[in-house]
């Protein structure tokens, strides 16, 4: 396979995407004692919240360095990272609630303020990944990106969500920041 075919390889861009929840998975089943329901809601929560930056991020990489093929590369391959985000979104939400092991706990924690607004950019996502395809793209038309443009007040909830629920916040806010850089490189852009 040329080095151009392996570039273009979506399989191979997803095998790369699953390894951190394989690491994840394998690390909390071969050694739950050292690596924890702890280890796993945070690193798959990391997981998620950092390839929703990348995919927030490449509007403006294009914006930026324009028609390189590399900008091409991650315009193409754009929902597959927000979707991925979202895997690992669901991954953290599934570790949360198997946690919990009934639904009362996570129904009285969801008025919560922290998990309120983890469960509301949750439900977002939702509508964004099951969309995130040709077929939907087709039907839904100009539709499409007006949906899609509830991944900017769903990143807001999720960085939020983050601060909130975090044992020390510095992370989440280091994190909001730059979701705001992205955010203010973007809006700049776009305008210029």
């Given amino acids: 396979m040329s080095a151009k075919a392996l570039a273009a390889s979506r399989p191979l861009l997803w095998l790369i995407l ?24 945070g690193d798959s929560g990391d997981w998620a919240a950092w390839l929703l930056l990348v995919t927030l991020a490449v509007t403006p990489i294009r914006l930026m360095f324009r028609n390189r093929k590399w900008t091409q590369w991650l315009i193409r391959r754009r929902r597959d990272l927000g979707v991925a985000s979202f895997a690992y979104a669901a991954g953290h939400t599934i570790i949360y609630v198997v946690n919990k092991a009934a ?25 964004l990944a099951i969309t995130s395809n040709n077929v939907s793209m087709r039907a839904l038309k ?23 629920a975090a044992f020390d916040p510095i992370t989440a806010y280091i994190h909001i920041g730059i979701l705001a850089a992205i955010e203010i490189v973007r809006f700049w852009l776009q305008r210029r």
């Avoid at 690390?27 to 739950?32: D, K, Y």
């Avoid at 639904?103 to 996502?125: C, I, K, Q, R, S």
């Fill in 18 to 41: 699953a390894l951190p929840g394989a690491w994840i998975l394998g690390r909390w089943a071969l050694t739950p004692d050292a690596y924890g329901y702890g280890h796993a809601i």
């Fill in 103 to 127: 639904l009362a706990p996570v129904l009285e924690e969801a008025g919560n303020a922290d998990m309120l607004t983890g469960w509301l950019a949750f439900a977002l996502f939702v509508p």
């Fill in 142 to 164: 100009r539709g499409w990106k007006r949906l899609h443009r509830l991944v900017y007040p769903a990143a807001i909830l999720v960085f939020v969500h983050w601060a909130l």
